[in-house]
């Protein structure tokens, strides 16, 4: 009996020692993408919860998008693991691939993190709440459970930081408008451009808070990138300040205060969210996770 409970306590020790590694499993990813936030931005602007968020976790300043620098070959790209050349959807605004997709889902679309997560993981909440309508068609609805399109940030970050708490989204993607539309009409660069980033610094100030308020931060990693940046009115060549991007991650698994060296591409992101939520990635898939954010 004396023996049996010393092993008792010893299978106690170790259980406590490892319940910080089992409790520190990731359970959600929340990607939010701003629309047209080139990485050049990041010489002026101020944006502390994004430098906040650099500091407590991983960031490059030279990730790339697709091209053509537009938004739906990218954002297409971001979630489905792999550049317009195999999901074909080629412009700024693909409604449906501009040419056959290589392969196709159980939902008849090119392979996404959405149908990956739904089908090894059937009881997955899985949401997207976006600002520019363009979105709608870059995921399979059957696979979610939340479709929202909002009409401008602040009623995106509204629906999401509620659903954030309501329903603790394994995986969710917001979408926030407001930098590209103030590129387009007034330009990349200007006061205005920089007002539009520090606007939505703060709403992603506010999602970073609701995760908190929903007492999921010690299981979510964060992801924060765009789809591209731009120059004087627009966007879609292959000068850098449209190609690109901010690339920044934290949350457990991943390095804190590291400035990543390596080379990421927009469809890596897709890659990086499929490592974290342990999904097996289709042989279609060119992206390969940034693994030198991760433990
Ligand atoms: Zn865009």
């Not at 931060?217 to 591209?228: I, K, P, R």
């Not at 690339?247 to 205060?257: L, M, Q």
Request: with cysteine.
């Amino acid at each position: 009996m004396k023996k049996f409970s010393k092993f008792l306590f010893f299978l106690f020790l170790i259980c406590s020692a490892y319940l910080p590694v089992f409790s520190q499993k990731i359970k959600h990813v929340i990607l939010i993408g701003s629309d047209g936030f080139g990485a050049y931005a990041f010489q002026n602007a101020k944006v502390p919860n994004l430098r906040a968020m650099m500091k407590e976790g991983s960031w490059s300043l030279q990730a790339r998008t697709v091209l053509p620098s537009s938004s739906a070959a990218n954002w297409a790209s971001m979630v489905m693991g792999a550049g317009p050349e195999l999901h074909g959807y080629t412009t700024w605004g693909s409604k449906k691939p501009d040419m056959p997709a290589r392969v196709l889902d159980e939902y008849g679309m090119f392979p996404s993190v959405y149908s990956l997560l739904r089908k090894a993981k059937p009881d997955s909440e899985i949401g997207v709440i976006y600002e520019w309508d363009g979105i709608g068609y870059l995921f399979p609805k059957a696979a979610v459970n939340k479709d929202q399109n909002a009409d401008g940030d602040i009623a995106v970050t509204k629906v999401a930081t509620d659903y954030i708490k309501e329903k603790k989204p394994n995986f969710l993607f917001v979408h926030l408008h407001d930098v590209d539309s103030v590129g387009h009409k007034i330009g990349h660069g200007t006061p205005e451009y920089y007002a539009a980033i520090e606007r939505t610094d703060t709403h992603i100030g506010t999602i970073l808070k609701s995760i908190e308020d929903a007492g999921i931060a010690e299981s979510t990693v964060v992801l924060f990138t765009a789809d591209h940046g731009g120059i004087d009115k627009g966007h879609g060549l292959i000068t850098m300040n449209e190609m690109q991007i901010p690339w920044i991650i934290k949350g457990p698994r991943i390095i804190k205060n590291q400035e990543l060296s390596q080379s990421i591409m927009t469809f890596d992101t897709a890659a990086t969210i499929a490592d974290l939520l342990k999904l097996k990635t289709p042989q279609v898939w060119i992206g390969r996770p940034v693994k030198e954010a991760l433990k």
